[in-house]
């Protein structure tokens, strides 16, 4: 296994009964990449996620998720990755405090660790008078925001996105994009899912899924120019109304 | 006549000690066959704005009308007159397609046959899987099938809670060509959404945040009101050019914006000092057209934080 690579994945596939949901993919993310994973509802985006966080088992191919074997290594890919999703990210009938202790404590780090990493990220956030707060109290923005921190506080390799930033006001939407950057820049691989055609061009490459397979990947600036258009909102039209099958 | 009037309203939650205002005395009209956007993030207090409206909430304050009729006096004749498309699936998953418009064609004692040349468009797409039950249904289905449910007993003026929340561009931009043959059919449409980019598919649009109305224009009107210069402007390194826009005098916002950033100038001759020195700098830049997106945040700058 290179070691330049967070992610491999060779004819990656995954079948529930006759319907091939993901359909022998392959590509590569290197460290600290922030890698666009695109497709239409139900083109296999979340079953090809599952799978690379060791959370379904795929029916063929090869894949290495921070080195490790998503068919025989799924407990430490777990624990190596950080995962968040608009859908669910943290209990809302806790504090702030409370959440970040109780995903720290799961990811089995040190109480010294967690005490004095949660000081540091409460005054990074700037939530310090909010710490004992309940999180379903705070502004959406804000929560999305704790909630990103929270899957990075383990120091994972590997970051997972699945929509974060779904409902989300423009300027909060901006502010969670600076968090990815910085993030990458320490060196977090980065594998964000979006309906944001604007939030494409801040990848440094973009995956394209139809039909379970990956009809295009390159950078943002390389696929407006192969397909002729300006904006990845075009690419995204143009590759998507090709689909044959509409959704999960 | 309007479809709806809204006058002062106002909505609170939870106990006396720690209350939560989803709205701030919010007013607006909407002209009957209108196609009407309420734009907003979550937490805007669209989903509030809209269960007052369909009679299902009761606001502190102000007062609403719905097709002439009063959302509290009147909350039995609003509810056979609107159709709600909740933001939340809320048909009956253990019953099939049929069955579920069936069951809400009834309630209104009406038929399916009755109104089928309304939902015919949208509901012939799902008929095919009529027998398959409406929780095996996909994403786009669903929707589809609450949006004929929502239609099946002739509403005057319907509410859509966020249908595209969720969805991808392409199902998306559908799904608005379907409420533009609704709006044909003299249908009033109040319908609600995150993306600003939905906003150019309305005849009118009300920006929402914290429980009040940034503005209310047409699209375009909107767009017009952005008073400010916009450049956009790139180069190879963008977040060290994001940090040296904003600490520009000149510079009123910068943010990313795709493949650029825009740059809110404080006037033209700043803006013209600037483009001519990022040029000298191997930037691109160049006169941005405002977007409702550019409208938004600039508009979110006047508010109060919540």
């Known amino acids: 296994m290179q070691n330049d690579k967070a992610i491999q994945v060779e004819q990656l596939t995954k079948r529930f009964g006759d319907f091939t949901a993901v359909d022998a993919i392959s590509f590569e993310v290197n460290k600290g990449e922030i890698f666009g994973f695109l497709g239409a509802n139900g083109a296999g985006k979340t079953t090809a996620m599952r799978m690379l966080c060791g959370l379904s088992l795929p029916t063929s191919g090869k894949a290495a998720v921070a080195g490790f074997d998503v068919y025989k290594q799924t407990e430490h890919i777990k624990r190596n990755i950080g995962y968040m999703s608009q859908k669910f990210s943290l209990y809302e009938d806790l504090t702030v405090k409370e959440n970040i202790r109780l995903y720290a404590g799961i990811y089995g780090k040190s109480n010294a660790f967690i005490k004095e990493k949660t000081a540091r990220l409460l005054q990074q956030l700037h939530l310090e008078a909010e710490a004992n707060k309940l999180v379903g109290s705070l502004p959406l923005g804000w929560k999305q925001k704790l909630a990103f921190s929270v899957a990075v506080f383990h120091e994972p390799q590997i970051v997972f996105l699945d929509e974060p930033t779904g409902g989300v006001d423009p300027v909060t939407r901006r502010e969670f994009w600076n968090m990815i950057y910085h993030a990458a820049a320490e060196g977090v691989t980065i594998f964000v899912t979006t309906h944001y055609m604007d939030e494409a061009e801040y990848c440094n490459r973009v995956s394209i899924m139809v039909d379970g397979r990956i009809d295009a990947l390159d950078t943002p600036n390389a696929l407006k120019k192969q397909f002729n258009v300006t904006s990845m909102d075009e690419v995204f039209l143009h590759l998507a109304r090709k689909a044959t099958r509409s959704d999960n | ?306």
């Not at chain 2, 994403?139 to 969720?166: N, Y």
């Not at chain 2, 100038?265 to 830049?285: F, Y």
């Open chain 2, 1 to 306: 006549m309007k479809a709806v009037t809204v006058n002062n309203i106002v909505k609170k939650y939870g106990t006396k000690k720690e209350t939560v205002q989803a709205l701030h005395g919010i007013s607006f009209e909407v002209e009957q066959g209108a196609l009407y956007g309420i734009i907003g993030p979550d937490g805007a207090g669209k989903t509030s704005l809209f269960r007052i409206l369909t009679t299902l909430l009761l606001a502190e304050e102000g007062s609403a009308t719905v097709d002439g009729f009063d959302v509290v006096k009147d909350y039995k004749a609003i509810r056979k007159r609107v159709g709600y498309m909740p933001g939340r699936f809320s048909l009956y998953p253990d019953l099939t397609v049929e069955e579920n418009l069936e069951f809400f064609a009834t309630i209104f004692n009406t038929s399916i046959s009755e109104n089928y040349d309304l939902v015919k468009d949208i509901y012939s797409q799902i008929e095919p899987f009529k027998k398959r039950m409406a929780g095996k249904l996909s994403g786009g289905m669903k929707q589809k099938l609450a949006l004929s449910c929502a239609l099946i007993h002739r509403p005057s003026v319907l509410f859509l809670d966020e249908p595209t929340t969720g969805v991808d561009a392409v199902s998306r931009k559908e799904f608005w060509e379907m409420l533009k043959k609704l709006k044909q059919q003299g249908i009033t449409i109040l319908v609600s959404t995150p993306y600003m980019d939905e906003a150019g598919m309305c005849d009118t649009v009300a920006l929402m945040q914290n429980g009040r109305l940034l503005s209310v224009d047409t699209p375009q009107g909107t767009i017009n009101e952005f008073k400010h210069p916009l450049l956009a402007a790139r180069n190879s390194n963008m977040l060290q050019l994001l940090n040296d826009l904003k600490a520009d005098t000149g510079v009123v916002d910068a943010y990313p914006f795709g493949e650029y950033h825009h740059v809110v100038m404080q006037n033209g001759t700043e803006k013209a000092r600037l483009e001519q020195h990022l040029r000298q700098n191997n930037a691109e830049a160049f006169d941005a057209v405002p977007n409702i997106e550019d409208c938004f945040m600039a508009l979110m700058k006047n508010e109060p934080a919540k």
